[in-house]
């Protein structure tokens, strides 16, 4: 599931054709991945830093450097936009912490308004990606509380596993139990179709 | 260190970003030689790359894609003509090569070529530095409107004591805006230089210089936060910046 998958057999290139066609300076190959990633990456940026201005400026930056570092992308070490959100979430979070503001604020898993784009140039992609997100997010609302708040402390906040036991007061042990569960009841839950 | 030296307890963590830079560099020395931990990684991992679907897509501006594609196809312009002109530069017998008239025709439209490309990316450099100017323009009205963003007077010492000056910083942050005025004009060459300076090391910060009125300003970013820095201060310097100051001190503000 975590996969693309090919629906309404529409022809489509898969993630790592195109970044093969990034790496022979194809732009046209980067631009369909913006199409099919850029929102989600928006959303994830967003979520950290909750300020458009910085988010978009990270998703561009993220963008960039596919382009720029697209031979790097090895496919055998993972899939497409588990290397592109890692590179989101990284850049989001560096920006966070040179706020040096991280308030406990609190997790909000719909703290944005859902957006479809009335113009976008694949609307499947926006289908697909929304769908994908209402699934996980139903599947995050089926952990219980601690391991959830666990595992959006460190995803999100970028709080380390020493400050997340510090921030709840619970023993780091505690803390690495939930977030196994928490990672293997997620996994467990998007697997059964 | 977890138990019997494996990562195992770590590794939900390393997935989600969450250890420190000493615990990500153990986790990665120990995973290619144990297939215990290995195996926990794979379980999880499909768990952790769930995560960023939990952020609701929200479709960027169109300036977002309209901004990168121009840095993309900029790109491969620069990177075209550069190459272009290295087949030139490196084709040996040249002068004999060109005695064939077609390819005299054909290297007079190769180096017209390479003028418009070279005169696109000009146009492209413009538009660059005016982007670079609403960006600046934009940090430093984000910096005006933080609340930790603090203001500090920019003291003119005896050499120019009609200069007046403010630094607005927020000193968790790297960025600062320093506004003058009252300085005298710089005749060619010549430019005002931004000083940090950490214990006894100066860190030049970025040139500028005034108009008419005496009027200048510049959005320093420096290497780290300001509050590793004691001093700010300018000074006059050729054009381009010196590696450390080489006049005396115009003006300057204290950190701490
Ligand atoms: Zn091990």
Redesign the pocket.
């Known amino acids: 599931m975590l996969g693309r998958v090919v629906m309404m057999n529409l022809p489509e290139r898969s993630d790592e054709e195109l970044m093969s066609g990034v790496v022979r300076r194809e732009s046209a190959a980067l631009e369909i991945l913006y199409d099919r990633y850029a929102a989600s990456a928006l959303g994830v940026a967003l979520k950290i830093l909750r300020e458009r201005a910085s988010a978009e400026d990270i998703v561009q930056e993220t963008f960039w450097r596919v382009w720029k570092s697209a031979a790097t992308f090895d496919s055998r070490r993972g899939a497409f936009p588990s290397w592109l959100f890692a590179m989101t979430r990284n850049l989001a979070i560096d920006e966070l912490r040179r706020r040096a503001a991280r308030q406990a604020s609190d997790i909000d898993l719909d703290d944005a308004a859902s957006e479809i784009p009335d113009c976008a140039s694949d609307v499947m992609d926006a289908v697909w990606t929304q769908m994908q997100s209402e699934r996980v997010r139903e599947a995050i609302q089926q952990l219980s509380e601690p391991q959830r708040q666990v595992i959006l402390l460190a995803y999100f906040q970028g709080l380390t596993r020493q400050e997340i036991a510090e921030r709840l007061q619970e023993p780091a042990g505690t803390i690495h139990t939930r977030a196994r569960l928490a990672l293997q009841k997620l996994k467990t839950l998007l697997s059964g179709e | 260190m977890p138990r019997?030296?494996?990562?195992?307890e770590w590794i939900p963590f390393y997935l989600l970003g969450g250890l420190d830079a000493y615990e990500t560099e153990m986790v990665e020395k120990?995973?290619p030689?144990?297939a215990?931990?290995r195996a926990v990684l794979e379980d999880l991992r499909g768990g952790a790359q769930a995560l960023p679907y939990a952020a609701r897509p929200i479709p960027p501006s169109p300036r977002v894609k309209r901004d990168l594609f121009n840095r993309v196809h900029a790109d491969l312009r620069a990177n075209s003509a550069a190459s272009q002109a290295r087949a030139i530069a490196t084709s040996a017998n040249w002068f004999d090569w060109l005695r064939v008239p077609s390819r005299a025709v054909a290297l007079a439209s190769l180096i017209l070529l390479v003028l418009s490309i070279a005169w696109a990316l000009s146009l492209r450099a413009q538009v660059d530095q005016l982007h670079a100017q609403v960006n600046e323009q934009r940090v430093a009205l984000t910096l005006l409107s933080k609340p930790s963003t603090v203001t500090k007077d920019f003291q003119a010492t005896a050499v120019q004591p009609n200069a007046r000056g403010q630094l607005i910083a927020d000193l968790s942050d790297h960025r600062a805006l320093l506004v003058v005025s009252g300085l005298k004009p710089l005749p060619q060459g010549r430019v005002y230089e931004a000083w940090l300076i950490k214990g006894k090391t100066p860190v030049g910060v970025g040139t500028f210089v005034v108009d008419a009125n005496g009027v200048g300003q510049i959005l320093i970013n420096a290497p780290e936060p300001l509050r590793v820095y004691q001093i700010a201060a300018l000074t006059e310097e050729p054009e381009g910046g010196s590696a450390l100051p080489t006049t005396s001190i115009l003006m300057s503000s204290q950190f701490n």
């Open positions: 019997e030296n494996h990562v195992e120990h995973l030689r144990c215990q931990c």
